[in-house]
């Protein structure tokens, strides 16, 4: 996926494309927390196209990459450009724009499908609580929990370290109309089976005598919150 192929300039003349005015003062070209021995130096912009997409709007790769030059031509004459078209395998899947930046091995796109192989790794081993995705992996293999049983061990799973009293966990699970209150021993009975699906990670859900239960960090238990970190390059 790394290789990369200088894009030809086309015999065919590209649309002439002008620049729209600013409906606001553009911002000033340094910004200014940036370093005083640092300043920019220009640009890089990915564009996530493949030539069945480009075809079917009636264009090609080297007829936008033309007519940009020859925007920024007009726009910035001393400007230096340098085009080149990102490879991927044929059938290999992903969003157009991640496969450009990991082709031309754009920093922020290794970093991320690095700490994805290294969660990958980390799943296969011991118990995984996905939050995002509301799934329990226990040794890389998803676990048939239910609905309740994951909000269960999500609710202790998120109070690391606190003691649950069976009223607390009454009122917070069983909140519906639609559902049947349970009495405080019948949180035993949930979490019986909850500890059988488990398996031999049974101990992550701690009894404390006559109180309730506790999720304490354990090295068999990785948490995943899910990714939301917007890219640091975006405009």
């Not at 007009?74 to 450009?81: D, I, K, M, S, W």
Request: net charge negative.
């Amino acid at each position: 996926m790394s290789n990369i192929a200088t894009l030809e300039r086309p015999a065919t003349r590209a649309p002439h494309l002008r620049a729209v005015p600013p409906l606001v003062e553009p911002a000033p070209a340094v910004a200014a927390d940036l370093p005083a021995t640092r300043s920019p130096r220009g640009f890089a912009l990915y564009v996530g196209l493949d030539e069945i997409k480009a075809a079917e709007a009636g264009v090609s790769l080297p007829l936008l990459v033309d007519a940009l030059r020859r925007t920024l031509a007009e726009l910035a004459p001393g400007a230096e450009t340098h085009a080149t078209v990102a490879l991927a395998p044929h059938g290999s899947g992903g969003r157009d724009l991640d496969v450009v930046r990991l082709a031309l091995q754009e920093p922020g796109a290794i970093a991320r499908t690095k700490a994805a192989e290294e969660e990958e790794q980390d799943e296969d081993y011991g118990v995984t609580v996905d939050i995002s995705r509301k799934r329990v992996l226990i040794d890389g293999d998803s676990a048939a929990f239910t609905y309740k049983e994951f909000e269960l061990l999500q609710y202790l799973v998120l109070r690391e370290g606190r003691t649950i009293e069976r009223t607390e966990l009454v009122g917070a699970l069983w909140q519906s109309p639609d559902d049947e209150t349970p009495g405080e021993r019948t949180i035993d009975v949930h979490v019986r089976r909850l500890r059988a699906k488990l398996g031999r990670y049974e101990d992550i859900v701690r009894t404390v005598r006559g109180v309730g239960y506790r999720f304490d960090r354990h090295a068999d238990v990785v948490i995943r919150y899910g990714h939301g970190t917007p890219s640091p390059d975006r405009f």
